[in-house]
């Protein structure tokens, strides 16, 4: 694999700049937020459409084709020609920007082969961002916003390295705030037959992998859909942060750009 991190400051410029314009829908008492409804039944907010604009104008500079939760639909005909490509959403938690708790992100990751080489996750409520590459390694920044955006270098001195390392006792599980399913719950339920006392920390969106990339949880099951988009940024800096995503025989990692957009059931480990 070559190194992408040339790219890395265009995705992050591209995840804060769209957090923006997230945050003046968000802030904004006039707003309704312009909710809508998708073929699955999902939300799509004003905030949605925004944050898709100005990130695939953003990420055109590059080479690379861009495939995003809110784009038109890209037939695999087309798309498995696609070596390396941008995967993109542009505002991951939708349900929890609506409820206005401040657990949403915006992701972007670099595919190469199946494989995320590189991935963004902004924060933008608490000014938080995630970003790796497989040559440069995951970091946390926090306190970046449109207004001050440091230099790459800048950023990588001032940034804390992950994994950080976090003493905790046991088994500390997170797991989806909107998305729990009975077989979550049985999974947990086996850890604590183990004998390891359980820790549960519930949150939103791609915050889940984010907390098992730092250290802050030791494993994320999720047992219910999931799509591209929601994974493959995380999967880029979990992967950067010595983790992975597994599908859940705890061996298999999973790829991307497949032909049916949907994960299987997976683990962060």
């Known amino acids: 694999m070559m190194s992408y991190a040339n790219y890395l400051y265009i995705a992050i410029h591209a995840a804060v700049d769209a957090g923006?314009?997230?945050?003046?829908?968000?802030?904004?008492?006039?707003?309704d937020f312009g909710i809508e409804r998708k073929a699955d039944n999902s939300p799509l907010t004003k905030a949605d459409k925004a944050a898709h604009r100005l990130i695939t104008n953003a990420l055109s500079v590059t080479p690379f084709p861009v495939l995003?939760?809110?784009?038109?639909?890209i037939p695999f005909k087309e798309r498995s020609k696609w070596e390396t490509l941008w995967i993109v959403d542009p505002l991951d938690g939708t349900k929890e920007f609506i409820k206005k708790n401040g657990e949403f992100t915006v992701n972007i990751a670099l595919v190469e082969k199946g494989v995320p080489v590189l991935g963004v996750i902004y924060v933008p409520v608490r000014k938080e961002l995630y970003f790796a590459s497989s040559s440069v390694g995951a970091y946390k920044f926090t306190g970046i916003d449109s207004s001050s955006q440091p230099s790459m270098d800048e950023m990588k001195q001032r940034a804390i390295h992950l994994p950080i390392a976090l003493a905790h006792q046991g088994v500390v599980v997170v797991a989806s705030r909107s998305h729990q399913t009975e077989e979550t719950t049985a999974f947990i339920d086996n850890l604590r037959k183990q004998g390891k006392p359980v820790t549960l920390i519930s949150s939103g969106s791609s915050l889940k992998i984010c907390l098992v990339a730092e250290g802050s949880a030791d494993i994320y099951p999720r047992f219910a859909p999931t799509m591209e988009w929601d994974t493959a940024a995380g999967h880029a800096i979990a992967k950067s942060?010595?983790?992975?995503?597994?599908?859940?025989d705890g061996k298999t990692p999973l790829r991307y750009n497949k032909e049916d957009l949907h994960n299987p059931w997976f683990i962060v480990k």
């Open 68 to 73: 995003s939760e809110e784009g038109k639909e």
């Open 241 to 248: 942060a010595g983790c992975d995503i597994y599908h859940i």
């Open 20 to 31: 923006k314009s997230i945050m003046d829908i968000y802030n904004d008492p006039e707003s």
